[in-house]
């Protein structure tokens, strides 16, 4: 598979702005690396872009894992956005997956606060969720959390190599694509 930033494969080294859109085809895998150390995994169809909080991701799955650190006056040290869903971080690895209708969110280590949003605004109170647990944020009611059977994936495919293609994204992102390194 491929990833494409702004519609462009990615093959070498490129700088680019926030809000451009980045696509991970079938069988792609990519990894943001933030200024801050935060990790965003992605591929298999994700579809996502950078914003000022975080990401936004329009479709797909991403694995999150953001360093703890100390919470600034109260906000969280990243979001992820989708069309109906808010997810605020506090220090945590997690996941979110958004299928056209449903995000559903499940925490790893930490604590996330996820939130309902509608026509862009946020329409229900932050629940927040602990490792071992999940959220589905639907397109109306509130947010339903529940305990997981099983443990949550920490990572999206194999670990990156040194013969990945990095990408330069401002301010302070950095796109690895995996070239098939040994």
């Known amino acids: 598979g491929q990833v494409t930033v702004a519609g462009k494969a990615v093959r070498q080294p490129l700088a680019m702005a926030a809000k451009v859109p980045i696509r991970a085809s079938q069988g792609a895998r990519a990894v943001l690396r933030f200024a801050t150390d935060t990790r965003v995994e992605f591929g298999d169809g994700a579809q996502l872009a950078c914003v000022s909080e975080g990401i936004r991701l329009e479709k797909g799955l991403v694995a999150v894992a953001v360093p703890k650190k100390p919470v600034a006056a109260g906000k969280p ?7 109906n869903a808010r ?5 945590t690895r997690f996941t979110v997956h958004f299928d ?13 606060g996820v939130e309902r949003m ?7 109170a932050e629940r927040r969720i602990t490792a071992s647990q999940g959220a589905i944020v639907g397109t109306s009611g ?6 997981l059977k099983s443990k ?12 990945d293609t990095t990408i330069q994204l401002s301010p302070g992102a950095v796109l690895h694509v ?3 390194g040994k």
């Open 118 to 124: 509608a026509a862009g605004k946020v329409v229900t």
């Open 100 to 112: 056209g209708t449903n995000t559903r969110v499940e925490c790893t280590r930490g604590v996330v």
């Open 77 to 83: 040290s990243f979001r992820v956005f989708t069309p």
């Open 178 to 180: 995996p070239t098939g």
């Open 87 to 91: 997810v605020s971080v506090w220090g």
């Open 142 to 147: 509130e947010v339903w959390i529940e305990k």
């Open 152 to 163: 949550p994936a920490e990572a999206i495919g194999p670990a990156s190599t040194s013969e």
